[in-house]
């Protein structure tokens, strides 16, 4: 996916982009978020999983750090943010997800250090002065491998 910049002015337009590229995403996608505490990364997963038709709330599975959900494709959400080491990721599972057809999201991907396949969808969340703003720039050049 070639880099795409886009700015959200509310909730819904962030879930809005999320739904958007969902359709977009391979068998085994791995996205990996990037961007500051409320930044909207998991308002971003809400939208993917709304695309996929999944019913459940959306939380930041900061404490048990991986949440699965089955919609028409499986989604499974991680929160790197508690990580201690960047090699806890294989305890997860994270190879066995991305070996599958569902979709896989990261948040706080920046923690797995360079472990991340390379084809990995970079996507970061910016803050911006205007209330309710944010930036949201898939695959920037500076995560690309
Ligand atoms: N344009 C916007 N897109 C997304 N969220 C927004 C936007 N404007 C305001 N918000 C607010 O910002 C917050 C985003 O919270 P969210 O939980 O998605 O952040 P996060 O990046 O997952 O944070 P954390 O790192 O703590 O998990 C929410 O309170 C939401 O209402
Ligand atoms: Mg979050």
């Not at 999320?18 to 990996?32: H, K, Q, S």
């Not at 508690?82 to 979709?103: C, H, K, M, T, V």
């Not at 923690?111 to 309710?132: C, M, N, Q, S």
Request: glycine fraction near 8%; charged fraction near 20%.
């Amino acid at each position: 996916m070639n880099t795409q910049i886009t700015i959200s002015d509310s909730v819904e337009s962030t879930q809005a982009l999320a739904e958007n590229i969902t359709p977009m995403l391979p068998p085994g996608a791995l996205l990996a978020l990037h961007g500051d505490l409320g930044s909207g990364k998991t308002c971003f997963v809400t939208g993917i999983a709304r695309a996929l038709g999944i019913q459940d709330p959306i939380t930041s599975p900061t404490f048990t750090m991986i949440n699965e959900y089955m919609g028409s494709r499986q989604l499974c959400h991680m929160d790197l943010y508690r990580i201690a080491d960047p090699d806890e990721l294989f305890s997860l599972g994270l190879e066995d997800y991305i070996d599958g057809d569902g979709i896989t999201i990261m948040e706080w991907a920046e923690r797995a250090g360079d472990l991340l396949p390379e084809d990995t969808i970079h996507i970061l969340f910016e803050v911006l002065d205007t209330p309710d703003t944010r930036r949201i720039t898939i695959n920037p050049q500076e995560t690309q491998q």
